[in-house]
């Protein structure tokens, strides 16, 4: 087995696995991600909510809204690893080794299932859209409210099933929930689980995002209605709406998709007791490309809206 050991002000260190380059090169990007993920959500939150600044149907509002606060809290969760970068060394304990992965990893998760809900209720609205024309935004707080609990289900169940316990794979650099003590039969009930909530909804962002690239393209085919200067001014917004979620879409397959190749490598080493330097390399880039959602889609909502 790779080496997976209780987190401890000894255990949690990167063991000189990180060159300087590389060590100054993730911290910097880190540090790049956190300043323009929280500045440009906040603005979102403040500019939505307060001002109605973004011109989107009241669902896609509602669900970007929550979008945008998952990526604060992901980016707020995960900035003491630019720290550790910097210095070698996890500063932050135990405590941060639970936190990282109990709360900064839930709002990852909560934001795969809204991109998820978003791509769903925007095709839904595109293809019926007499069924959906009467959609509120209370119907969008309440998607988002049953991604919230689903993705305060899924933690609760992986916390208490393993006693809130993590270990840390220090040439990985992971915090990880501690289920070395489950039974075949509770580990295949928790690969079910995380299929489920995780894999799940990154499939049906692909198929969605096909189908509004399909949609999109459709549309702009067409010829614009002129009728009446509403008319047009309704199929252009509605056409602005389809490629701004589509585009936030296709920034979360570029983010995540590697993400989950990444964790099908490393279970793979973990596994088998090895982890070449190409595992490591693969886990700094994608490490990286992971936040790019963050930064991207401050613009694509400023762009959008």
Same mark, same amino acid.
């Given at each position: 087995?790779?080496?997976?050991?209780?987190?401890?002000?000894?255990?949690?260190?990167?063991?000189?696995?990180?060159?300087?380059?590389?060590?100054?090169?993730?911290?910097?990007?880190?540090?790049?991600?956190?300043?323009?993920?929280?500045?440009?959500?906040?603005?979102?939150?403040?500019?939505?909510?307060?001002?109605?600044?973004?011109?989107?149907?009241?669902?896609?509002?509602?669900?970007?809204?929550?979008?945008?606060?998952?990526?604060?809290?992901?980016?707020?969760?995960?900035?003491?690893?630019?720290?550790?970068?910097?210095?070698?060394?996890?500063?932050?304990?135990?405590?941060?080794?639970?936190?990282?992965?109990?709360?900064?990893?839930?709002?990852?998760?909560?934001?795969?299932?809204?991109?998820?809900?978003?791509?769903?209720?925007?095709?839904?609205?595109?293809?019926?859209?007499?069924?959906?024309?009467?959609?509120?935004?209370?119907?969008?707080?309440?998607?988002?409210?049953?991604?919230?609990?689903?993705?305060?289900?899924?933690?609760?169940?992986?916390?208490?099933?393993?006693?809130?316990?993590?270990?840390?794979?220090?040439? &990985?650099? +992971? #915090? /990880? *929930?501690?289920?070395? $003590?489950?039974?075949?039969?509770?580990?295949? @009930? !928790?690969?079910?689980?995380?299929? &489920?909530? +995780? #894999? /799940? *909804?990154?499939?049906? $962002?692909?198929?969605?995002?096909?189908?509004? @690239? !399909?949609?999109?393209?459709?549309?702009?085919?067409?010829?614009?209605?002129?009728?009446?200067?509403?008319?047009?001014?309704?199929?252009?917004?509605?056409?602005?709406?389809?490629?701004?979620?589509?585009?936030?879409?296709?920034?979360?397959?570029?983010?995540?998709?590697?993400?989950?190749?990444?964790?099908?490598?490393?279970?793979?080493?973990?596994?088998?007791?090895?982890?070449?330097?190409?595992?490591?390399?693969?886990?700094?880039?994608?490490?990286?490309?992971?936040?790019?959602?963050?930064?991207?889609?401050?613009?694509?909502?400023?762009?959008?809206?």
């Amino acid at each position: 087995m790779l080496m997976q050991v209780p987190p401890s002000s000894d255990s949690l260190q990167l063991l000189g696995h990180y060159s300087t380059f590389e060590r100054f090169g993730v911290s910097a990007w880190l540090s790049f991600v956190l300043l323009t993920s929280l500045l440009g959500n906040t603005l979102i939150l403040v500019g939505s909510i307060k001002h109605h600044a973004v011109r989107l149907d009241s669902v896609t509002t509602a669900i970007i809204q929550h979008v945008a606060l998952a990526d604060i809290g992901t980016v707020a969760c995960f900035y003491p690893v630019a720290v550790s970068f910097i210095t070698d060394r996890m500063h932050f304990g135990v405590l941060f080794c639970a936190v990282r992965f109990y709360i900064g990893s839930a709002f990852q998760v909560l934001g795969m299932l809204l991109v998820c809900a978003l791509n769903t209720s925007k095709l839904v609205r595109v293809l019926h859209p007499l069924r959906s024309a009467m959609w509120t935004k209370s119907r969008g707080h309440g998607i988002v409210s049953v991604m919230w609990g689903i993705t305060l289900v899924l933690f609760s169940y992986l916390g208490i099933s393993t006693g809130w316990a993590v270990v840390f794979t220090p040439i &990985l650099n +992971t #915090c /990880l *929930p501690d289920i070395t $003590t489950f039974s075949s039969k509770e580990m295949g @009930l !928790f690969k079910c689980v995380i299929f &489920l909530f +995780t #894999c /799940l *909804p990154v499939l049906m $962002t692909v198929l969605t995002t096909g189908w509004l @690239l !399909f949609v999109a393209l459709r549309m702009a085919r067409s010829k614009p209605t002129r009728d009446s200067p509403a008319s047009f001014q309704k199929q252009h917004t509605n056409f602005q709406g389809v490629v701004t979620v589509l585009a936030i879409g296709v920034v979360f397959l570029v983010s995540f998709g590697p993400w989950f190749i990444l964790l099908i490598v490393q279970s793979q080493a973990i596994h088998s007791g090895s982890c070449d330097r190409a595992v490591q390399v693969l886990q700094r880039v994608f490490l990286c490309l992971l936040f790019l959602n963050n930064i991207c889609n401050f613009f694509i909502y400023t762009w959008g809206g």
